[in-house]
Structure formats: structure tokens, C-alpha cells
Nanobody, 116 residues
Framework: VQLVESGGGLVQPGGSLRLSCAAS????????MSWVRQAPGKGLEWVST????????YYTDAVKGRFIIYRDYDKNTMYLQMNSLKSEDTAVYYC??????????WGQGTQVTVSS
């Protein structure tokens, strides 16, 4: 099982980034997929989830209206389009997959830094 994130980097406030999470070794279409982040010195924070069939998406209040989660079943890849980025979005972003109530799979994380 492998989840590989990419797309992080340094961006100015107000800018945009798109994160990708490439999945392999499990049934992508049977898993709910999420983004979770960890800011410096803080614990894990759930950001967004898209359900297994891609029809429903959920967001933490801090990113609603700015971030969009979506998935491509042909590529077994999940994405997080992040717009209007703020300094408080600075964190390591992890993708995670689950079938049941707890996460079964985690990626290694990608750093997002929002700074001028």
C-alpha cells in the first residue's frame, strides 16, 4: 500500500497550490479519502474528506470556500486545490485513506509554506 503526496511548496499569501495524492496497493474506489495537516508545534488537524464514490465532500470551517477536494479514479489520485492561501495554512499535509471509521493508510506528507 502506498500513498504519495506531491505539490507542496512555498507560496505567497493569497496564492494557490494543488496537492496530489497518488494511491496504489489498495482499492482506491472503495476508500474514503482525506487530507489531514499538522502545523508547526501543533497536533493533527482534519482538513477535508471525499467519500468513496466522490459524490460528497466535507471541509473544516477554516478552509471552506477556499479548498476543493476531488479524485480521479482513472489515475487513482486524489487532489486538494488550495486557493486564497493564508499563513495559518502552513503545515505538513498528509493524505489518508479509510474503509471503516479509522484511517487505514497514510502518506508521508508534503510541506506547504505560506509566507511573503
Amino acid at each position: 500500500v502506498q500513498l504519495v503526496e506531491s505539490g507542496g511548496g512555498l507560496v505567497q499569501p493569497g496564492g494557490s497550490l494543488r496537492l496530489s495524492c497518488a494511491a496504489s496497493g489498495f482499492i482506491f474506489a472503495a476508500s474514503h479519502m482525506s487530507w489531514v495537516r499538522q502545523a508547526p508545534g501543533k497536533g493533527l488537524e482534519w482538513v477535508s474528506t471525499i467519500d468513496m464514490d466522490g459524490t460528497s465532500a466535507y471541509y473544516t470551517d477554516a478552509v471552506k470556500g477556499r479548498f476543493i477536494i476531488y479524485r480521479d479514479y482513472d489515475k487513482n489520485t486524489m487532489y486538494l486545490q488550495m486557493n486564497s492561501l493564508k499563513s495559518e495554512d502552513t503545515a505538513v499535509y498528509y493524505c489518508a485513506g479509510r474503509v471503516g471509521p479509522s484511517y487505514d493508510y497514510w502518506g508521508q506528507g508534503t510541506q506547504v509554506t505560506v509566507s511573503s
